[in-house]
Each structure stands twice: as structure tokens, then as C-alpha cells.
């Protein structure tokens, strides 16, 4: 397993924009595994990630900032107890552990934030490191969606919905 | 079959708004298919169901606004060749085939708006006369999300998610 004992992950702040932007952007740009349009801007990003949701969070590995996630209500109404979260890690700090510590921080922050489940609306199926880890991590897969995504490399790919209930009661 | 002789849809226009919020407001507040927040205000409704879509259109029936429906794109980026509509019905005009007629009119009108494919993100599955009337029309049940839905007087029920090709081509 991964060393997770450098991880910290916290709340972010707005000083932290110089460091999440670069992450952001190469995630963005890249396109195989977000539904942003790639030429977004380093204000429209930052606002969609860190403004938008609900609670942003950033993991650092040795007091550097390394990889972010968001949470935020997935439905309003009666699907207001589900939350949604994304997820990024910075391309050289790949296979650490982060994105599993973000995820696992993320469960317990959505359930003491008062939500009941978490659901993933569009996880890209050619995105294999990512479906395997949240299956890892307690997630179903629920759904799949027929050539939903443009990849950039491969054309149509499907994309996955995946789901986890988080509380301890039956509802 | 229901009669569809003296159905005609159109786009909204702002002028529709007094006829359009009692259909969206009695939605809402029944809470049973939409997960809107029950209390949103008029302006707020209108606004999410008129202006923030790409296109919004109403049904009229002997000249007379009884349902209305709207257009968006579901996900951006590499996820934008798939739009979301939702479609509400006046309680009074339930039964006209209004609901059918709007949905195979949004499918022509996504088309024609360069849309390949349409999904529906959230369709309660209590909501049987829903669920059957879009299997007829073409969709498949492609995701199932458990107890996602705080139905008002059944407690937590399943959502669907729905979806259906529309682009001749196979991509």
C-alpha cells in the first residue's frame, strides 16, 4: 500500500488558487476525464471548483499542495441527502494514495455535513484507475451511460454513475 | 390513443410567465417528481426553468398554456453532445397525451440544436405513468440510484436515470 502518513487534507482557502490552478488546468486541459470544456479559464475553473460547491478541500503532501476535491448537493428537494464530489490529483503525485485519502475524507466530511449517500454522476469508463478505486471504496456502479463521453483519443466511450450510501441507518 | 389535434408548442416567451407559474408552482410544492427545493420562490422557479436552460418551449391547448417543457446540455466538454429536458403538465390537462407530445417534440428540437443524445438525470420511480410513457417513447432505464428520493409521502425511493440515442449516426 501507499505511504498516506504525509497527506493533510483541510479546507481551502482563497490564497490557495496559485496552487490548485495548475492542477486544475492539466486535468482540464487534458479532457479524458472531466466534462469541462477544456479552454476554460483559470477564473471560470477556480469559480466551478472552489466557489460553487459546497465545502472545497486541498491535500498536501509535505505542506504542498498535491490534490484537491469538492463536495457539493447533488439534487435539490427531495434528493438534497445525496452529495456529489470531485476529485484531482496533480500528475506528479500520482499513485500516493491521495486520491483514496481525498475520497475517504470526503465520506466522512459528507456525513458530518449531514448527507446520507454520495453519487458520482459521470465517471468516464475508460478512466479504469478511478472506477476501480471508488469500487474499491464502497462504490456501486448504478448506472452507465451509452457513448455519453467525447473522449479525446478514443471517441465515444460510455460513462459510469456510481453510488454509495453513507449512513448508518437504513434511512 | 389521446387526441393531439389542438396541441401546438412553441419557445416561451417572458409574456408566459403568469400562465407558466401556476403549472411549475404546483409541481414544486406537491414534490412528488422534481427535486426543486417545495418553497422556491415564483422568480426563483422561473428563472431555473425558463432562463438558466438552453431553450424552454410551452404547450398550449386551445390556445391555453397547460404544460411546458425545457432543453439543456447535460454535461459540458466532452459530455455535451447529451442534453437533459424535464416536462410539466397543468394537474388539469393530465391525460391529453401532453406529456408524449412534448417529449417527442424536445427530441426533434434536440436534434435539430445538434444534440445526439438525451438523458434524463432523475426520474422518481414512483412516478409510473413517467417511467412507462418514456420507455415508450424510446428510452432505456440505464442507471437506478437507491433511495435517492425523499418522496413526500412514501419515504426514500429509488431515482432512474433514463437515456436514449437520438443521432442517426452511430456517433
Given at each position: 500500500m501507499n505511504d498516506h502518513a504525509n497527506i493533510s487534507i483541510r479546507l481551502a482557502r482563497e490564497s490557495d488558487n496559485d496552487a490548485l490552478w495548475p492542477i486544475l488546468r492539466d486535468v482540464i486541459r487534458v479532457g479524458e476525464t472531466y466534462t469541462y470544456d477544456p479552454g476554460l479559464t483559470r477564473e471560470a475553473s477556480l469559480d466551478l471548483w472552489t466557489v460553487a460547491p459546497r465545502a472545497t478541500y486541498v491535500a498536501e503532501v509535505d505542506g504542498e499542495i498535491m490534490g484537491s476535491y469538492f463536495i457539493k448537493t447533488n439534487q435539490?428537494?427531495?434528493?438534497?441527502?445525496?452529495?456529489?464530489?470531485?476529485?484531482?490529483?496533480?500528475?506528479?503525485?500520482?499513485?500516493?494514495?491521495?486520491?483514496?485519502?481525498?475520497?475517504?475524507?470526503?465520506?466522512?466530511?459528507?456525513?458530518?455535513?449531514?448527507?446520507?449517500?454520495?453519487?458520482?454522476?459521470?465517471?468516464?469508463?475508460?478512466?479504469?484507475?478511478?472506477?476501480?478505486?471508488?469500487?474499491?471504496?464502497?462504490?456501486?456502479?448504478?448506472?452507465?451511460?451509452?457513448?455519453?463521453f467525447a473522449h479525446p483519443t478514443q471517441g465515444l466511450v460510455d460513462a459510469l454513475v456510481m453510488y454509495k450510501w453513507l449512513a448508518e441507518d437504513a434511512g
Open positions: 435539490q428537494g427531495g434528493g438534497a441527502h445525496v452529495c456529489n464530489c470531485g476529485y484531482m490529483v496533480a500528475p506528479g503525485a500520482r499513485g500516493r494514495g491521495l486520491a483514496a485519502a481525498m475520497c475517504l475524507h470526503s465520506q466522512a466530511e459528507a456525513l458530518a455535513l449531514g448527507y446520507k449517500a454520495m453519487q458520482f454522476n459521470f465517471v468516464v469508463a475508460t478512466n479504469l484507475g478511478a472506477v476501480h478505486l471508488w469500487h474499491k471504496l464502497g462504490f456501486e456502479t448504478v448506472g452507465r451511460l451509452p457513448r455519453a
